[in-house]
């Protein structure tokens, strides 16, 4: 038997330079990248951290300040609560149970306050429940001046606040739920408009007016609503008119008039010149938006976006033109053709051209407005109104000091900065 032995012996292998060369600059290569990607990484990472981490102290800060305001303003609201008990608090439960949860089924609309929703209490009572933006600074103005404002005025023209509710970040005010809606959704409406006759326009005209002396001149304190529109007068059941949203008003008391301001709020097509131009604010500022208001509610057009081809006029300067023309009778909606009463109809058209005149002193107060309605006494002449081209506006603003913007839809808004 042979014994077979293997020699084990190592083997070397020869490489090319270049091989081995290759592979140590390819490793330092990868080290290198490595490296550079942390240093870019490590600063990038830090510094998003620390913008979150800045973003979140600002967000909290702020948090805190806004949660301050509404403190400070609730405290004002419980004031007057107190001094008027007849106002209710509400639970959030009860409100969010009443409006199924805020449910888009229940929504109205919506302002620059927040949302409007409808409302079932547990007892059947319908209402409106007007929820404000957690982030609207000027809503929390609304909520508080609303309070202040409408909780002690009581008349039949004027919309009820029933309630309001102040729970962890909610605020809401709670009013008489109106079922026809606001009047823009009539008057401005092809189809809708037709429900509502002259009878039923003039007594809604009149009620607007009757709202207006109230809290002109019969309330406890002189008010000046400054935001009087079709879509900020509410029609319950039976189409009586309601002046609501009382977030932008002013309250004066003794013989205060009015005043000038640094901040103007309103709605174009709406606001009288010395206002929109000077910040200058009285009770002639609400005759001039009830004058427009009572031309819109004759003629189913709208001041704001009004066309005709053969002129540049808005609503106003048509009105004006058909009356020098004597040819009133133009201005009167289609709709009214087989129902309106022609001495009314014409008695409102005059009264409306007076009260929109470019002059505040040359404009009626409403207690005259009422009575010119009601047909006691000759009226007189009108005088050319204010803005009643689109041009007017346009150059008012140019010359004005004061800074101002308007709206390119039927929204309230505040042109800040006066003089």
């Known amino acids: 038997m042979k014994d077979l032995s293997v020699n084990v012996q190592d083997i070397y292998v020869r490489m090319a330079s270049s091989d081995s060369d290759h ?42 300040r806004l949660r301050i305001t509404i403190e400070g303003r609730l405290r004002n609201i419980n004031e007057t609560r107190n001094e008027d008990m007849e106002l209710q608090l509400f639970t959030l439960q009860r409100i969010m149970n009443a409006t199924k949860n ?4 229940c929504k109205l609309g919506e302002g620059g306050f927040g949302p409007v929703y409808k409302g079932i209490l547990d007892e059947g009572e319908e209402v409106a429940v007007k929820r404000l ?22 008349h039949r023209n004027l919309v009820k ?20 809606n606001s009047l823009d959704s009539f008057i401005f409406d092809e189809k809708r408009r037709k429900l509502l006759d002259w009878p039923t326009r003039y007594h809604i005209i009149n009620g607007i007016a009757r709202g207006l002396l109230y809290l002109h001149q019969d309330s ?4 000046i609503h400054r935001d009087l529109k079709a879509s900020n007068v509410l029609l319950d059941s039976d189409m009586n008119p309601k002046i609501s949203d009382f977030g932008l008003a002013r309250r004066f008391g003794g013989n205060e008039m009015g005043c000038n301001t640094r901040m103007v709020v309103g709605t174009y097509g709406y606001m009288s010149p010395e206002y929109a131009v000077h910040g200058l604010f009285s009770v002639k500022s609400d005759v001039f938006s009830f004058g427009v208001l009572l031309l819109e509610i004759v003629s189913g057009m709208k001041n704001r976006g009004f066309f005709q081809k053969d002129h540049s006029d808005n609503l106003l300067g048509h009105a004006w033109r058909l009356y020098k023309e004597d040819r009133s009778m133009e201005l009167i909606d289609e709709a009214l053709l087989e129902s309106f009463s022609i001495s009314e109809a014409m008695r409102s058209i005059q009264v409306g051209l007076l009260c929109v005149q470019h002059s505040p002193g040359d404009r009626p107060n409403m207690s005259s407005v009422v009575l010119m309605l009601a047909g006691e006494g000759s009226l007189p002449e009108p005088k050319q109104p204010g803005f009643f081209t689109e041009d007017n506006i346009l150059q008012a ?12 839809n039927e929204v309230t808004i505040t042109l800040i900065d006066g003089r």
């Open 23 to 64: 592979t140590v600059l390819k490793s330092s290569d990868d080290d290198k990248k490595k490296k550079m990607i942390i240093k870019v990484l490590l600063p990038l990472v830090f510094g998003i951290l620390i913008m979150v981490m800045s973003l979140m102290v600002c967000y909290w800060r702020k948090k805190k």
């Open 102 to 105: 805020f449910s888009i089924g």
């Open 133 to 154: 933006s957690k982030t609207s600074t000027q809503g929390l103005e609304e909520f508080k001046n609303e309070v202040v404002c409408i909780a002690k005025l009581q």
């Open 161 to 180: 606040l029933i309630g309001y509710c102040m729970e962890d970040d909610e605020m809401m005010l709670i009013y008489e739920y109106m079922p026809n």
């Open 220 to 223: 406890r304190l002189r008010i």
């Open 397 to 408: 603003q140019c010359s004005s000091s004061v800074a101002t913007q308007f709206s390119v």
